[in-house]
């Protein structure tokens, strides 16, 4: 008989391959064993993970990373996990507004955390790429959103991040929602001088942290990180 411990990484190997057919093959195995979907997921995202460090490494491409996001979305959509998060969160988890910030036309990690965050039950507005400052406000202002996420490959997007967060200052809009920021390459250092409530380098965690913000309520000064 396969070791189930096995098959959890055979399903990451194959992730990070970009192994379509087996990954689905395996992503169906591991729920029947009845794993958790939400361990699932968290399988998933240590193959995705893999799949960015290549890119990273230049051994893999955007094209890869566009495969990988394909291969995610497909066991997002797998019966069995459906099925769960529908039962989970027959109620709306919040509402959250997501887009990658002015400067930078990036979005696979984006739209790794939206998946993640719709099987979450998550209502997302995905404001899409190269998303102005004046963008993000006026969509705060529209959709009263609880949480606002900021994504940003580059490492330039800091700077784009903290003048989100100023916008939303200067419209007396930013005590009424958590901000969180996703990137690879942030740091404490660079959570701070941005002024969000949290950060991720993690799609998985980032993902926690905001069901962990609806969960305590809207309280300013929640930090976390990836």
């Known amino acids: 008989m396969k070791d189930l411990g096995d098959t959890k990484e055979s399903l990451v190997r194959c992730v990070e391959q970009l192994d379509e057919e087996n990954s689905l093959k395996l992503a169906k195995e591991v729920l029947i064993e009845g794993t958790d979907p939400l361990y699932l997921l968290d399988l998933m995202n240590e193959g995705m993970k893999r799949v960015g460090k290549l890119y990273d490494c230049r051994d893999y491409y955007i094209a890869d990373l566009i495969m990988a996001g394909l291969i995610f979305r497909q066991v997002l959509e797998l019966e069995e996990m459906t099925d769960f998060f529908h039962a989970k969160y027959n109620k709306k988890t919040g509402k959250i507004v997501i887009g990658t910030v002015k400067g930078d036309i990036h979005d696979i990690g984006k739209d ?7 099987a979450n039950g998550f209502d997302v507005i995905d404001l899409g790429v190269d998303v102005s400052r004046e963008l993000f406000v006026k969509n705060v202002k529209k959709h009263n959103p609880d949480i606002l996420a900021l994504s940003g490959v580059l490492t330039s997007t800091v700077d784009e991040m903290r003048e989100v967060v100023i916008s939303l200052t200067k419209v007396h809009l930013r005590d009424k929602v958590k901000i969180i920021i996703g990137a690879n390459h942030l740091t404490q250092e660079a959570f701070r001088f941005i002024g969000a409530d949290g950060f991720a380098t993690d799609a998985s965690v980032g993902a926690k942290l905001c069901r962990e913000w609806m969960n305590v309520g809207n309280g300013q ?6």
């Open 112 to 118: 790794i955390f939206r998946y993640m965050l719709e």
């Open 221 to 226: 000064g929640v930090e976390g990180n990836g």
